[in-house]
């Protein structure tokens, strides 16, 4: 009898353990970070945005009671081709618009920003800035010491016909 040549035997593995074990797991943990990351950045854009809208909503609120406001100079300074307009008068109308109304949903805070007034003496400009609360996210950027802020600018005059 021939002696047969040793072959090495593999050692057997137990059934559903294999060498990529595991790397399933890794890899749909990092897709729930990624579409997670991903949810939560639309979310916080959309929060911004959405404020962004009210905030500019209050500034054409002040933007068009400055103008309205103006309408005293009539007596004084005649009519024109507009109302005349001046830098206190939008400053104030602006003040007194914002102390008026309650923050609106998703905005911690807003203020009158530089650059309020009248160029022209004809148009009121309104600008204004505020801090944006974001949803889920928030308490963290605040942590952080970081925040959202938003600047919008609004422009009104009013013209006369004739």
């Known amino acids: 009898m021939t002696a047969r040549p040793r072959v090495p035997v593999r050692p057997r593995v137990p059934v559903g353990l294999h060498d990529d074990e595991g790397r399933l797991t890794v890899l749909v943990v990092g897709l729930l970070v990624v579409a997670l990351t991903l949810v939560l950045g639309g979310l916080s854009v959309t929060s911004v945005q959405i404020s962004r809208m009210r905030l500019l909503d209050a500034a054409d609120a002040a933007a068009l009671d400055a103008v309205d406001d103006s309408t005293g100079r009539i007596h004084t300074d005649g009519v024109g081709a507009s109302l005349p307009v001046d830098d206190a008068t939008v400053q104030a109308a602006a003040a007194d ?20 007034g009248s160029p022209d003496g004809q148009t009121a400009v309104v600008r204004m800035r505020g801090e944006a609360d974001l949803p889920l996210i928030g308490g ?21 016909t004739g």
């Open 140 to 160: 963290l950027i605040r942590e952080l010491g970081g925040s959202v802020t938003v600047t919008v600018e609004s422009r009104a005059r009013a013209g006369t």
């Open 97 to 116: 618009t914002l102390a008026g109304r309650e923050l609106p949903p998703g905005v911690t805070s807003w203020q009158v920003a530089p650059g309020t």
